[in-house]
């Protein structure tokens, strides 16, 4: 059976002001996220680079045993 036209559009024209600022929302958090992870990865970098460690992020006494 085809629905209503009527009952079909109607829930979309209310939803769709809201679609938008919830869509820009959604994407805002993303690129937070994206630019944290950035951040990060060059700090990791950053101090890897100058201690020399192949895990510049564990203290040297937390190390596992080899």
């Known amino acids: 059976?085809?629905?209503n036209p009527v009952?079909?559009?109607a829930p979309a024209i209310?939803?769709?002001p809201v679609a938008v600022p919830i869509l820009?929302?959604?994407t805002g958090i993303a690129v937070v996220g994206l630019g944290?992870?950035?951040a990060?990865?060059?700090v990791s970098k950053t101090v890897k680079a100058f201690t020399g460690s192949q895990q510049p992020l564990?203290?040297?006494e937390?190390?596992?045993e080899d």
């Open 1 to 3: 059976m085809i629905p």
């Open 7 to 9: 009952k079909v559009a």
């Open 14 to 16: 209310l939803l769709a």
């Open 24 to 26: 820009q929302g959604l």
């Open 36 to 38: 944290l992870f950035a």
């Open 40 to 42: 990060g990865t060059i």
């Open 58 to 60: 564990i203290r040297k």
């Open 62 to 64: 937390e190390y596992p």
